[in-house]
């Protein structure tokens, strides 16, 4: 079935490192994917995302980029600071009206 | 807007007793869907609805869960009788319908339950 698998953590950078999360999918047809991002005590929030292969997703300095090839969809940023601590989410949707599939999460840690 | 409304945001019960989670939907959005997250599984789907009417419920763990759309605009999920086992984080999400395809979702803050 499709799934996501994402790179276990937790991360710890400190900051102005940078960051690379790796995420991997499986499913079937042309899926769109997705990161979200949930702070301590709130839900997820969508963070970039792209529908189709080759698609750069884009915001607050982090980019993903929709590789088919390799059914990835690594989330990177060059120089993160210490507000990027959050647990970020790889997720991917088959097809329009049906739920998300989310991967288990990665928790990012940053220190000043 | 005022994003997704989750009530209560912190529940503790005891074991036994019947919970009711309460969610508003963004307006206007077609798509709600009901998640529980956990340190060990993580975040699951339990069930979603589109238009009031419930698509996919084989994420609800047992017939101790229940979920109910009566309109647009409302949601919730009980359970009962509540367990140890059922504490979590519960999230409602609401989704916009979209021609181009799969539309961001939106979550509510979530309601903490604590089940003793």
């Known amino acids: 079935g499709d799934s996501v698998t994402q790179m276990e953590g937790p991360v710890t950078l400190s900051e102005e490192a940078f960051l690379t999360i790796n995420c991997t999918y499986t499913a079937t047809g042309y899926p769109s994917l997705f990161w979200y991002v949930q702070y301590p005590g709130e839900g997820l929030q969508l963070l970039l995302k792209?529908?189709?292969?080759?698609d750069k997703g884009s915001n607050k300095g982090f980019e993903a980029t929709y590789r088919k090839e390799t059914t990835s969809f690594h989330l990177e940023k060059g120089s993160v600071q210490v507000s990027d601590s959050a647990v970020y989410f790889c997720?991917?949707?088959?097809?329009?009206?049906?739920?998300?599939?989310f991967g288990k999460g990665t928790t990012l840690s940053v220190s000043s | 807007d005022a994003g997704v409304i989750q009530s209560p945001r912190h529940e503790v019960t005891e074991m036994g007793q019947e919970v009711t989670l309460r969610c508003k939907p963004i307006?206007?959005?077609?798509?709600l869907f009901w998640y529980r997250q956990t340190m060990m599984r993580g975040l699951e789907l339990l069930i979603y609805f589109n238009n009031n009417v419930p698509i996919d419920d084989s994420g609800m763990p047992e017939d101790r869960f229940s979920a109910k759309m009566p309109n647009a605009s409302f949601s919730t999920l009980k359970i009962q009788p509540s367990e140890p086992r059922d504490s979590a984080v519960y999230f409602c999400a609401s989704s916009p319908i979209s021609l181009a395809g799969v539309d961001e979702q939106f979550f509510g803050p979530g309601t903490r339950l604590t089940v003793l």
């Open positions: 792209a529908t189709k292969a080759d």
């Open positions: 997720a991917l949707s088959v097809q329009a009206g049906t739920a998300l599939i």
């Open positions: 307006s206007g959005h077609d798509y």
